[in-house]
Protein backbone atom coordinates (compact mmCIF):
# COMPACT_ATOMS: atom_id res chain seq x y z
CA UNK A 1 0.00 0.00 0.00
CA UNK A 2 0.86 3.94 -0.69
CA UNK A 3 -0.66 7.22 0.72
CA UNK A 4 0.66 10.65 -0.59
CA UNK A 5 0.71 11.99 2.24
CA UNK A 6 -0.50 16.18 2.40
CA UNK A 7 0.90 18.35 5.34
CA UNK A 8 0.23 22.47 5.70
CA UNK A 9 4.20 22.72 7.30
CA UNK A 10 6.88 21.78 5.11
CA UNK A 11 7.48 18.60 4.27
CA UNK A 12 10.64 19.04 2.64
CA UNK A 13 12.51 21.76 5.31
CA UNK A 14 11.24 18.88 8.33
CA UNK A 15 12.67 15.48 6.18
CA UNK A 16 15.99 17.54 5.61
CA UNK A 17 16.22 18.47 8.96
CA UNK A 18 15.41 15.27 10.03
CA UNK A 19 17.96 13.70 8.41
CA UNK A 20 20.76 16.11 10.14
CA UNK A 21 18.86 14.85 13.71
CA UNK A 22 17.56 18.54 14.31
CA UNK A 23 13.50 18.09 13.81
CA UNK A 24 11.47 15.74 16.18
CA UNK A 25 9.55 12.65 13.73
CA UNK A 26 6.04 13.37 15.26
CA UNK A 27 5.39 16.96 13.61
CA UNK A 28 4.85 14.10 10.30
CA UNK A 29 1.90 12.49 12.15
CA UNK A 30 3.70 9.34 11.98
CA UNK A 31 4.39 8.97 8.24
CA UNK A 32 8.02 8.37 8.53
CA UNK A 33 7.07 5.01 10.54
CA UNK A 34 4.19 3.86 7.96
CA UNK A 35 7.14 1.64 6.01
CA UNK A 36 7.31 -0.37 9.48
CA UNK A 37 3.98 -1.62 8.93
CA UNK A 38 4.23 -1.75 5.06
CA UNK A 39 2.48 1.33 3.83
CA UNK A 40 5.01 3.39 1.46
CA UNK A 41 4.51 6.68 1.05
CA UNK A 42 4.56 9.73 -1.65
CA UNK A 43 5.59 13.38 0.08
CA UNK A 44 3.69 16.63 -1.59
CA UNK A 45 6.00 18.90 -2.50
CA UNK A 46 5.31 21.14 0.11
CA UNK A 47 4.82 25.39 -0.95
CA UNK A 48 4.29 27.32 1.87
CA UNK A 49 4.17 30.60 0.74
CA UNK A 50 0.89 30.08 -0.75
CA UNK A 51 -2.54 30.79 0.94
CA UNK A 52 -5.95 30.50 0.69
CA UNK A 53 -7.29 29.58 -2.97
CA UNK A 54 -4.10 29.37 -4.48
CA UNK A 55 -2.68 26.64 -2.10
CA UNK A 56 -5.78 24.86 -3.17
CA UNK A 57 -5.47 24.67 -6.38
CA UNK A 58 -1.74 24.10 -6.60
CA UNK A 59 -2.54 21.05 -3.76
CA UNK A 60 -5.32 19.82 -5.98
CA UNK A 61 -3.39 20.03 -9.45
CA UNK A 62 -0.04 17.98 -7.10
CA UNK A 63 -2.83 15.07 -6.29
CA UNK A 64 -4.33 15.28 -9.20
CA UNK A 65 -1.41 14.67 -11.62
CA UNK A 66 0.66 12.66 -9.39
CA UNK A 67 3.07 10.11 -11.82
CA UNK A 68 3.45 7.73 -8.49
CA UNK A 69 0.74 5.06 -7.41
CA UNK A 70 -0.66 6.24 -4.43
CA UNK A 71 -3.76 4.73 -3.09
CA UNK A 72 -4.88 6.88 -0.39
CA UNK A 73 -4.48 9.94 0.67
CA UNK A 74 -3.65 11.07 4.16
CA UNK A 75 -3.77 14.32 5.47
CA UNK A 76 -2.79 16.41 8.25
CA UNK A 77 -5.75 18.79 8.40
CA UNK A 78 -8.54 19.53 5.60
CA UNK A 79 -6.85 22.64 5.21
CA UNK A 80 -5.63 22.92 1.43
CA UNK A 81 -7.37 20.24 0.53
CA UNK A 82 -10.84 21.55 0.34
CA UNK A 83 -11.30 20.55 -3.09
CA UNK A 84 -10.22 17.18 -3.70
CA UNK A 85 -12.61 16.31 -0.52
CA UNK A 86 -15.49 17.69 -2.70
CA UNK A 87 -14.80 16.18 -5.17
CA UNK A 88 -14.62 12.63 -3.62
CA UNK A 89 -17.91 13.54 -2.29
CA UNK A 90 -18.88 13.69 -5.80
CA UNK A 91 -17.21 10.52 -6.54
CA UNK A 92 -15.28 12.12 -8.93
CA UNK A 93 -12.02 11.53 -6.93
CA UNK A 94 -11.44 7.75 -6.64
CA UNK A 95 -9.11 7.66 -3.55
CA UNK A 96 -10.52 7.14 0.22
CA UNK A 97 -9.12 10.47 2.16
CA UNK A 98 -8.06 9.87 5.31
CA UNK A 99 -7.95 13.21 7.81
CA UNK A 100 -6.79 14.57 11.14
CA UNK A 101 -9.29 16.51 12.59
CA UNK A 102 -8.18 19.46 14.95
CA UNK A 103 -11.18 20.94 16.12
CA UNK A 104 -14.59 19.18 17.13
CA UNK A 105 -17.64 18.90 13.97
CA UNK A 106 -19.88 22.16 14.37
CA UNK A 107 -23.27 22.71 13.73
CA UNK A 108 -23.36 26.31 11.89
CA UNK A 109 -26.24 28.56 12.19
CA UNK A 110 -26.51 29.38 8.73
CA UNK A 111 -28.62 26.67 6.95
CA UNK A 112 -26.51 27.02 3.47
CA UNK A 113 -23.07 26.59 5.30
CA UNK A 114 -25.02 23.37 7.07
CA UNK A 115 -25.85 21.71 4.24
CA UNK A 116 -22.25 22.38 2.39
CA UNK A 117 -20.91 21.19 5.71
CA UNK A 118 -22.63 18.20 5.07
CA UNK A 119 -21.62 17.31 1.25
CA UNK A 120 -17.85 18.18 2.58
CA UNK A 121 -17.53 15.84 5.36
CA UNK A 122 -19.09 12.85 2.92
CA UNK A 123 -15.71 13.48 1.33
CA UNK A 124 -13.52 12.32 4.17
CA UNK A 125 -13.51 8.52 4.62
CA UNK A 126 -11.74 8.40 8.38
CA UNK A 127 -10.69 11.00 10.81
CA UNK A 128 -8.14 11.05 13.47
CA UNK A 129 -8.51 13.26 16.84
CA UNK A 130 -6.76 14.00 19.54
CA UNK A 131 -9.15 13.24 22.23
CA UNK A 132 -12.26 11.81 23.24
CA UNK A 133 -13.20 14.96 24.47
CA UNK A 134 -12.76 16.12 20.36
CA UNK A 135 -15.01 13.34 19.89
CA UNK A 136 -18.05 13.65 22.22
CA UNK A 137 -18.19 17.01 21.65
CA UNK A 138 -18.25 16.19 17.52
CA UNK A 139 -20.99 13.94 18.39
CA UNK A 140 -23.38 16.22 18.59
CA UNK A 141 -22.97 17.14 14.99
CA UNK A 142 -25.27 15.52 12.55
CA UNK A 143 -22.25 15.53 10.29
CA UNK A 144 -20.35 12.95 12.54
CA UNK A 145 -20.25 9.10 11.79
CA UNK A 146 -19.27 7.55 14.84
CA UNK A 147 -17.42 4.48 12.19
CA UNK A 148 -15.33 7.05 10.71
CA UNK A 149 -13.76 8.66 13.80
CA UNK A 150 -10.61 7.23 15.44
CA UNK A 151 -8.69 8.48 18.75
CA UNK A 152 -4.99 8.36 18.18
CA UNK A 153 -2.57 8.94 20.51
CA UNK A 154 -0.30 11.89 18.60
CA UNK A 155 2.98 11.72 20.63
CA UNK A 156 6.45 12.68 20.80
CA UNK A 157 9.94 10.85 19.01
CA UNK A 158 11.38 9.42 21.77
CA UNK A 159 14.42 8.86 20.26
CA UNK A 160 15.15 12.71 19.39
CA UNK A 161 14.50 13.45 22.89
CA UNK A 162 16.36 10.63 24.78
CA UNK A 163 19.60 12.08 22.40
CA UNK A 164 18.82 15.06 23.72
CA UNK A 165 18.95 13.89 27.34
CA UNK A 166 22.14 11.89 26.74
CA UNK A 167 24.24 14.56 25.28
CA UNK A 168 22.98 17.49 27.69
CA UNK A 169 22.53 15.60 30.50
CA UNK A 170 19.32 15.75 33.70
CA UNK A 171 21.26 16.80 36.73
CA UNK A 172 21.12 20.55 36.15
CA UNK A 173 17.60 20.93 35.73
CA UNK A 174 16.32 24.12 37.45
CA UNK A 175 13.46 26.72 36.95
CA UNK A 176 10.50 26.95 34.65
CA UNK A 177 10.11 26.98 31.70
CA UNK A 178 6.88 28.37 28.68
CA UNK A 179 7.19 27.53 25.05
CA UNK A 180 4.92 27.36 22.24
CA UNK A 181 3.30 30.63 20.78
CA UNK A 182 -0.38 29.45 19.92
CA UNK A 183 -3.25 30.95 22.64
CA UNK A 184 -0.97 31.58 25.17
CA UNK A 185 -2.11 33.73 28.24
CA UNK A 186 0.79 35.65 29.12
CA UNK A 187 -1.10 37.68 31.47
CA UNK A 188 -2.31 34.97 34.28
CA UNK A 189 1.31 33.40 33.72
CA UNK A 190 3.13 36.62 34.15
CA UNK A 191 1.20 37.70 37.08
CA UNK A 192 1.57 34.68 38.97
CA UNK A 193 5.62 34.43 38.77
CA UNK A 194 5.50 38.10 40.06
CA UNK A 195 4.06 36.97 42.54
CA UNK A 196 5.78 33.96 43.10
CA UNK A 197 9.28 35.17 42.16
CA UNK A 198 10.31 31.55 41.12
CA UNK A 199 12.36 31.33 37.99
CA UNK A 200 10.68 31.43 34.53
CA UNK A 201 12.28 31.40 31.35
CA UNK A 202 9.86 32.29 28.20
CA UNK A 203 10.45 31.23 24.81
CA UNK A 204 7.91 33.57 21.80
CA UNK A 205 8.12 34.22 18.50
CA UNK A 206 7.03 38.35 18.41
CA UNK A 207 3.51 37.49 16.77
CA UNK A 208 1.53 34.57 16.50
CA UNK A 209 -1.18 35.32 13.90
CA UNK A 210 -2.19 38.93 13.61
CA UNK A 211 -1.76 38.94 17.52
CA UNK A 212 1.43 40.72 18.69
CA UNK A 213 3.02 39.28 21.89
CA UNK A 214 5.85 41.79 21.70
CA UNK A 215 3.07 44.80 22.23
CA UNK A 216 1.48 42.65 25.02
CA UNK A 217 5.03 42.76 27.02
CA UNK A 218 5.00 46.15 26.63
CA UNK A 219 2.08 46.67 29.02
CA UNK A 220 3.11 43.55 31.41
CA UNK A 221 4.89 44.36 34.08
CA UNK A 222 7.91 41.79 34.69
CA UNK A 223 10.30 40.80 37.68
CA UNK A 224 13.72 39.87 37.34
CA UNK A 225 12.98 36.44 37.80
CA UNK A 226 11.31 36.38 34.66
CA UNK A 227 13.25 35.70 31.26
CA UNK A 228 11.23 36.68 27.93
CA UNK A 229 13.19 35.43 24.91
CA UNK A 230 11.19 36.44 21.56
CA UNK A 231 12.90 34.66 18.56
CA UNK A 232 11.65 33.37 15.32
CA UNK A 233 14.39 31.54 14.66
CA UNK A 234 14.72 29.09 17.45
CA UNK A 235 13.33 25.24 15.72
CA UNK A 236 11.79 22.65 17.45
CA UNK A 237 15.23 20.80 18.82
CA UNK A 238 16.67 24.04 20.18
CA UNK A 239 13.39 24.68 22.31
CA UNK A 240 13.63 20.93 23.20
CA UNK A 241 17.67 21.91 24.60
CA UNK A 242 16.05 24.80 26.46
CA UNK A 243 13.29 22.75 28.08
CA UNK A 244 15.78 20.14 29.12
CA UNK A 245 17.78 22.87 31.13
CA UNK A 246 14.19 22.92 32.90
CA UNK A 247 12.66 21.31 36.07
CA UNK A 248 8.69 22.22 35.26
CA UNK A 249 7.53 22.57 32.47
CA UNK A 250 4.49 25.42 32.31
CA UNK A 251 1.53 25.84 29.49
CA UNK A 252 -0.57 28.79 30.68
CA UNK A 253 -3.23 28.99 27.33
CA UNK A 254 -6.33 31.29 26.71
CA UNK A 255 -9.57 29.12 26.63
CA UNK A 256 -10.63 27.46 23.44
CA UNK A 257 -12.24 24.30 21.71
CA UNK A 258 -9.59 22.66 20.64
CA UNK A 259 -5.79 21.03 22.14
CA UNK A 260 -3.95 23.86 22.82
CA UNK A 261 -0.32 23.27 24.05
CA UNK A 262 -0.39 19.42 22.92
CA UNK A 263 2.86 19.86 21.12
CA UNK A 264 4.53 21.30 24.81
CA UNK A 265 2.71 18.75 26.72
CA UNK A 266 4.06 15.14 24.52
CA UNK A 267 7.79 17.16 25.03
CA UNK A 268 6.99 17.76 28.50
CA UNK A 269 6.66 13.85 28.61
CA UNK A 270 8.97 12.60 26.66
CA UNK A 271 11.60 14.56 28.74
CA UNK A 272 10.31 13.52 31.73
CA UNK A 273 9.68 17.06 32.71
CA UNK A 274 6.47 17.39 35.43
CA UNK A 275 3.96 19.92 33.91
CA UNK A 276 1.62 23.10 35.14
CA UNK A 277 -0.89 23.34 32.30
CA UNK A 278 -4.25 25.14 31.76
CA UNK A 279 -7.18 22.90 32.49
CA UNK A 280 -8.25 22.10 28.76
CA UNK A 281 -10.83 19.43 28.78
CA UNK A 282 -9.54 18.49 24.80
CA UNK A 283 -5.90 17.86 25.96
CA UNK A 284 -5.71 13.82 26.15
CA UNK A 285 -3.85 13.62 29.18
CA UNK A 286 -5.79 13.96 32.81
CA UNK A 287 -2.52 15.32 34.83
CA UNK A 288 -3.42 14.73 37.85
CA UNK A 289 -5.26 11.53 37.02
CA UNK A 290 -1.98 10.35 36.09
CA UNK A 291 0.14 11.82 38.35
CA UNK A 292 2.39 13.88 35.97
CA UNK A 293 1.47 17.21 36.48
CA UNK A 294 -0.83 19.86 38.02
CA UNK A 295 -4.20 21.72 36.08
CA UNK A 296 -5.53 24.88 36.78
CA UNK A 297 -8.48 26.79 35.83
CA UNK A 298 -8.35 29.35 32.97
CA UNK A 299 -7.20 32.30 33.88
CA UNK A 300 -6.56 31.53 37.39
CA UNK A 301 -3.99 33.66 39.23
CA UNK A 302 -4.14 32.05 42.28
CA UNK A 303 -4.24 28.68 41.39
CA UNK A 304 -1.08 28.61 39.49
CA UNK A 305 0.50 30.46 42.31
CA UNK A 306 -0.23 27.71 43.90
CA UNK A 307 1.16 25.02 41.66
CA UNK A 308 3.70 26.79 41.45
CA UNK A 309 4.62 26.66 45.23
CA UNK A 310 3.89 22.95 45.38
CA UNK A 311 6.49 22.24 42.79
CA UNK A 312 9.40 24.00 44.43
CA UNK A 313 8.29 22.88 47.66
CA UNK A 314 8.33 19.25 46.57
CA UNK A 315 11.42 18.24 44.41
CA UNK A 316 10.74 14.92 44.89
CA UNK A 317 7.14 14.71 44.28
CA UNK A 318 7.84 16.85 40.95
CA UNK A 319 10.66 14.64 39.84
CA UNK A 320 8.24 11.10 40.59
CA UNK A 321 5.09 13.47 38.11
CA UNK A 322 8.25 13.68 35.46
CA UNK A 323 8.67 10.07 35.62
CA UNK A 324 5.21 9.25 35.62
CA UNK A 325 4.84 11.22 32.15
CA UNK A 326 8.17 9.98 30.82
CA UNK A 327 5.97 6.51 31.29
CA UNK A 328 3.12 7.49 29.54
CA UNK A 329 5.39 8.73 26.68
CA UNK A 330 6.62 5.22 26.58
CA UNK A 331 3.04 3.58 26.97
CA UNK A 332 0.82 6.25 24.17
CA UNK A 333 2.37 8.94 23.15
CA UNK A 334 5.15 8.32 20.85
CA UNK A 335 5.53 9.13 17.20
CA UNK A 336 5.72 4.91 16.79
CA UNK A 337 2.63 4.15 18.53
CA UNK A 338 0.77 6.85 16.45
CA UNK A 339 2.22 5.17 13.32
CA UNK A 340 0.73 2.22 14.55
CA UNK A 341 -2.88 3.51 15.18
CA UNK A 342 -2.51 5.84 11.96
CA UNK A 343 -1.68 2.37 9.83
CA UNK A 344 -4.42 0.26 11.18
CA UNK A 345 -6.96 3.14 9.95
CA UNK A 346 -4.67 3.08 6.48
CA UNK A 347 -5.25 -0.30 5.71
CA UNK A 348 -8.77 -1.12 6.87
CA UNK A 349 -9.49 1.78 4.16
CA UNK A 350 -8.53 -0.68 1.47
CA UNK A 351 -9.24 -3.82 3.41
Same mark, same amino acid.
Given at each position: MTVYFYHTQDIQYILKRMEEGAFPSHF????????? *?????????SDISLSGWRRMVRT????????? *? =??????? *?????????????? *?? =??KPIVIWH???IITPKQRWREWLGRLFYRGIDEMFFFSEKLIQDSMKSTKARTE???????????????????????????? =?????KEKRDMTTLVTAFNSTEAPLRIFLNPTNGSFS???????????????????????????????????????CCQKTKYTVG???VVEALALGLPIIC??????????????????????????????????????????????????????????????????????????
Open positions: LYGATHLKD *HGIDVVWHPTWKVLTCQQ *H =FDALYAT *HYTGIEPLIFLRAL *HL =FRHQPRMHLAHWGADLELYDRIMQQDGTARRQG =FISTGYEKLFQKLHTKDNIEVNFSNRLVPYELAREVNRSACVVILTTSRNPQIPVDFEKEGCGIAVDYYDTEGWVKAIDFIRSHPEEARAMGQRGRQLAVQLYNDCHCAEEVARVLQGVMA
